[in-house]
Nanobody, 127 residues
């Protein structure tokens, strides 16, 4: 059974930080590209970040560059998204997704390229 579970979301004030986790069960993440996406109410799914299976290659959407950092600990079968300097426009449900064949330098920002998805975790940035 292949499962991804996001955690770490919550309510934070503008300028604050959160760290999201994406934990895998039923398979190991070593050879899977992990993408982070988010979806705000009434909006489409937006690509946030990508990290390669070995953690050597990363990519970020323009709206989060310089504020978000993606990393992974394959020994723990977990990928992280560190979010700093949060803004109200970062409010969304955040999802992680996995695919075995994608490259972060190619089509990572298309959500329909990923085979496996978590259920999402809510991030709310508000004063």
């Amino acid at each position: 059974q292949l499962q991804l579970v996001e955690s770490g979301g919550g309510l934070v004030q503008p300028g604050g930080s959160l760290r999201l986790s994406c934990a895998a069960s039923g398979f190991t993440l070593n050879y899977y590209v992990i993408g982070w996406f988010r979806q705000a109410p009434g909006k489409g799914r937006e690509a946030v970040s990508c990290i390669s299976g070995g953690g050597h290659s990363t990519a970020y959407g323009d709206s989060v560059k310089g504020r978000f950092t993606v990393s992974r600990d394959n020994a723990k079968n977990t990928v992280y998204l560190q979010m700093n300097s949060l803004k109200p426009e970062d409010t969304a449900i955040y999802y992680c997704a996995a695919d075995r064949r994608l490259m972060c330098g190619s089509r990572w920002f298309f959500s329909n390229e990923y085979d496996y998805w978590g259920q999402g975790t809510q991030v709310t940035v508000s004063s």
